[in-house]
């Protein structure tokens, strides 16, 4: 209706024969294709008036409701407009159609004219700006123009108040809507009102258009001789077709792998316990959100009115209730009454019942999935024990002479030799096939560190006690070998040492004639030594030393030199690579690895430990392993992150030291809880395959001395042997036989 002109929404006014009964029909067919249809304007203007006035079409009441409220005078005009029982009731009295062919209440703007189906009687727009927006209008003066091209004005909008009580007053404003494409108010007719009626019931627009009309055969079936079609039937009408088979044999298919799936039909509700569980059953399974309430414990005996003898407690142990933690304290006691009658009310009733919804509303209910997974099938795959043999299982020799703590074990690189120190200040040298004592020395102060050369012609045992390191001549070998080993400790050692141009470290090589050997007196306590696999160079590892913690030593030249690197952390141990010029400083918290030749960082380890306490390096020279003072083990691939690969725990105490065989893919790892594990750690020369760790073997034997168990383990250079040291004096050989 906004500016588009409003069509007469009467029937056409015409002379009428008297039609027959076809005629008739064609004739409703005609109404309804020429019926009026609103435009895109009147639809917006419907949806402005039933917006504006809150109308409710649906009901005749509510017209009258509305002429009530605003004052009206026409309350009976428009009850008996609007009071009709029916569409079709309305249709007789308002629309009903003229014997001249007019139509009564067709006079909408034309004061009684006739209506014709011609567009000249549309009401011209008074805007013709056609379809463009007006928001683009929003900051000018005018909305548009005139058919003359004259600029029309916008009018001034009345207040709100002034409004409202224009509306008041006003009986027919509910009639009025505004068309802002005009900028005017329109005032809907009766019979437009009654349009509008229709079309929101979801009715045609004319009262008189008929929406099931009569059928009307056009085929004449009275006196027929043939069929419409003489045409033979298709021979493919009674043989079965193909393409049917084929479809019904793909639906047979996806039904059987289950991509059809048909709903099963609902069983009938049955017999049900009462007293079940709300969880199981499957209507409620149904609902994902659904957590059942936890149920109460049915009442027993014992909260009976009268329960026997046996549940009512004595005075006694009421009375020693009293004395009992609230926690602990029983929640009822039972009590005998004579009667129902006799029962007092429940004192905690109100009190129970708050805390229920309390506990309810405050604390809210997860619900668990647990998957049925059977917990054998969450184990690793790993090889049998009897296809890892052999490796150590049984005690074998036990090595019997220390009065203290046996601190720390050496192998000779043959394999025949075993050196021994204590915490009673000695160093022992034995004999491992027969468990014979060969030589004893007396150093004075606990030991902390035995070192065998790892060349087998050169007979050196490095020792470390307090803040000394011994070079001790075993006096093994042949002839030629003990006048080569006499040339390296007797040598007359220079009073200093370079250290490449840099400040000497203090550490002065001086000989030590009671015990035939070299002493090297160094600032702080030595907690380790190591030898290099040429046999020239050694370390020695000074926890407290801060800068100079870590020394290296040359055996031929008797010089020493400090790392040119920059450590962070306390270092703890250190090693060298079995194969390449590489050193390994494990501090800590981490492990740093550095290359002599370069003297550069190339790699820091991560352990993620707490304390580190030992390294060993494989074979290999591509993985090591650390252990901690909290009893984990972690084994770090080099090739792979600086990350560990795995994380074992497995000791609950201190881990005192972890090695690795030289040539059977084994290892172990001691602790101060008294054990030993060995475990079977295989490293593949495939890059594309990751080491396996398979524990093997926990090895006993060893008891626990103030605190400490076994202080030291090392494998046999060729045997896959163990031998193990401990605080109670002794030393063990464990064998695979």
């Known amino acids: 209706m906004k500016g588009q002109g409003r069509k007469s929404t009467t029937s056409q006014s015409r002379e009428v024969?008297?039609?027959?009964?076809?005629?008739?029909?064609?004739?409703?067919?005609?109404?309804?294709?020429?019926?009026?249809?609103?435009?895109?304007?009147?639809?917006?203007?419907?949806?402005?008036?039933?917006?504006?006035?809150?109308?409710?079409?649906?009901?005749?009441?509510?017209?009258?409701?509305?002429?009530?409220?605003?004052?009206?005078?026409?309350?009976?005009?428009?009850?008996?407009?609007?009071?009709?029982?029916?569409?079709?009731?309305?249709?007789?009295?308002?629309?009903?159609?003229?014997p001249d062919g007019g139509s009564e209440g067709s006079d909408l703007h034309q004061g009684g004219g006739v209506e014709s189906d011609s567009s000249e009687d549309e009401v011209a727009p008074r805007n013709t700006i056609g379809e463009v927006p007006l928001k683009w209008y929003a900051d000018e003066p005018h909305i548009g123009y005139d058919i003359t091209g004259k600029k029309?004005?916008?009018?001034?909008?009345?207040?709100?108040?002034?409004?409202?009580?224009?509306?008041?007053?006003?009986?027919?404003?509910?009639?009025?809507?505004?068309?802002?494409?005009?900028?005017?108010?329109?005032?809907?007719?009766?019979?437009?009102?009654?349009?509008?009626?229709?079309?929101?019931?979801?009715?045609?627009?004319?009262?008189?258009?008929?929406?099931?009309?009569?059928?009307?055969?056009?085929?004449?079936?009275?006196?027929?001789?043939?069929?419409?079609?003489?045409?033979?039937?298709?021979?493919?009408?009674?043989?079965?077709?193909?393409?049917?088979?084929?479809?019904?044999?793909?639906?047979?298919?996806?039904?059987?792998?289950?991509?059809?799936?048909?709903?099963?039909?609902?069983?009938?509700?049955?017999?049900?316990?009462?007293?079940?569980?709300?969880?199981?059953?499957?209507?409620?399974?149904k609902h994902l959100t659904y957590i059942p309430a936890p149920k109460q414990k049915l009442p027993g005996h014992d909260e009976s009115y009268n329960p026997p003898l046996e549940y009512i407690p004595t005075q006694e142990e009421i009375n020693s209730y009293q004395l009992m933690f609230e926690e602990d304290r029983p929640k009822f006691i039972p009590k005998s009454f004579g009667s129902m009658r006799s029962i007092p009310a429940y004192e905690n009733a109100m009190k129970e019942a708050f805390e229920r919804c309390l506990d309810l509303y405050l604390c809210p209910r997860i619900r668990k999935k647990r998957l049925n997974i059977d917990p054998e099938s969450l184990?690793?795959?790993?090889?049998?024990?009897?296809?890892?043999?052999?490796?150590?299982?049984?005690?074998?020799?036990?090595?019997?002479?220390?009065?203290?703590?046996?601190?720390?074990?050496?192998?000779?690189?043959?394999?025949?030799?075993?050196?021994?120190?204590?915490?009673?200040?000695?160093?022992?040298?034995?004999?491992v096939e027969t468990g014979r004592c060969l030589r004893r020395w007396e150093v004075g102060e606990p030991v902390s560190c035995v070192a065998w050369n790892p060349l087998s012609d050169i007979h050196i045992l490095a020792v470390s006690a307090g803040q000394d390191v011994l070079l001790l001549n075993t006096c093994l070998g042949d002839e030629e070998e003990q006048k080569r080993i006499k040339e390296l400790l007797w040598a007359e050692p220079p009073k200093t040492s370079d250290d490449a141009g840099t400040k000497a470290p203090s550490v002065s090589w001086v000989k030590d004639d009671e015990h035939e050997g070299i002493r090297l007196k160094h600032l702080k306590a030595v907690t380790s030594v190591e030898w290099h696999r040429k046999g020239d160079y050694f370390?020695?590892?000074?926890?407290?030393?801060?800068?100079?913690?870590?020394?290296?030593?040359?055996?031929?030249?008797?010089?020493?030199?400090?790392?040119?690197?920059?450590?962070?952390?306390?270092?703890?141990?250190?090693?060298f690579h079995p194969s390449r010029s590489i050193f390994f400083i494990c501090t800590q918290k981490s492990v740093r690895v550095y290359d002599l030749l370069k003297s550069k960082l190339i790699?820091?380890?991560?352990?993620?430990?707490?304390?580190?306490?030992?390294?060993?390096?494989?074979?290999?020279?591509?993985?090591?392993?650390?252990?901690?003072?909290?009893?984990?083990?972690?084994?770090?691939?080099?090739?792979?992150?600086?990350?560990?690969?795995?994380?074992?725990?497995?000791?609950?105490?201190?881990?005192?030291?972890?090695?690795?065989?030289?040539?059977?893919?084994?290892?172990?790892?001691?602790?101060?809880?008294g054990t030993a594990y060995v475990f079977h750690g295989m490293v593949y020369s495939d890059l594309n395959k990751n080491p396996l760790i398979v524990p093997l073997e926990i090895l006993r034997g060893h008891a626990n001395s103030n605190g400490k168990g076994m202080l030291d383990c090392k494998f046999h250079p060729r045997q896959p042997w163990l031998f193990t040291a401990g605080a109670d004096k002794l030393i063990k050989l464990y064998c695979h036989h």
Not at 50 to 60: A, C, L, W
Not at 408 to 414: C, D, F, P
Request: aromatic share 8%; charged share 35%.
């Open 379 to 431: 184990k690793p795959k790993l090889p049998s024990k009897k296809e890892l043999k052999p490796y150590p299982v049984t005690c074998y020799i036990e090595f019997k002479g220390h009065e203290g703590a046996v601190t720390s074990i050496s192998i000779e690189a043959s394999g025949q030799w075993m050196a021994s120190g204590s915490s009673d200040g000695t160093v022992r040298v034995w004999e």
């Open 17 to 98: 024969k008297k039609p027959t009964e076809m005629d008739q029909k064609d004739e409703a067919i005609v109404n309804q294709q020429e019926a009026p249809v609103p435009s895109d304007s009147e639809e917006d203007s419907d949806y402005e008036y039933s917006g504006d006035s809150d109308y409710d079409y649906d009901s005749s009441d509510s017209l009258d409701y509305q002429s009530e409220s605003a004052g009206s005078g026409e309350l009976e005009e428009n009850d008996d407009d609007n009071s009709g029982d029916s569409e079709g009731a309305e249709s007789q009295d308002e629309d009903a159609v003229n």
């Open 539 to 575: 370390s020695t590892v000074m926890p407290k030393g801060e800068s100079r913690s870590v020394l290296i030593h040359q055996l031929s030249k008797k010089a020493t030199q400090k790392l040119p690197f920059k450590l962070r952390g306390i270092a703890v141990r250190s090693t």
């Open 152 to 285: 029309i004005k916008k009018k001034e909008k009345a207040d709100k108040l002034d409004s409202f009580l224009k509306n008041v007053d006003d009986s027919k404003n509910w009639r009025k809507i505004y068309d802002e494409y005009n900028d005017e108010v329109v005032e809907l007719t009766k019979d437009e009102i009654k349009m509008v009626r229709r079309l929101i019931k979801n009715g045609a627009p004319h009262a008189d258009f008929d929406p099931h009309p009569t059928y009307v055969d056009w085929f004449k079936w009275d006196d027929a001789k043939h069929p419409l079609s003489n045409a033979p039937e298709p021979k493919r009408r009674f043989i079965p077709s193909k393409w049917e088979a084929k479809k019904v044999v793909q639906y047979v298919r996806a039904i059987r792998k289950g991509l059809i799936t048909f709903d099963k039909p609902k069983e009938a509700d049955g017999p049900y316990l009462l007293w079940e569980d709300d969880s199981g059953l499957a209507e409620k399974e």
């Open 603 to 673: 790699k820091k380890l991560d352990t993620g430990l707490k304390e580190a306490s030992s390294i060993a390096v494989h074979p290999g020279g591509d993985n090591l392993i650390v252990g901690s003072k909290e009893g984990k083990l972690c084994w770090f691939d080099m090739d792979l992150s600086s990350k560990p690969y795995k994380i074992l725990k497995c000791h609950p105490k201190d881990i005192n030291n972890v090695v690795f065989h030289r040539s059977y893919p084994l290892f172990a790892t001691c602790s101060d809880d």
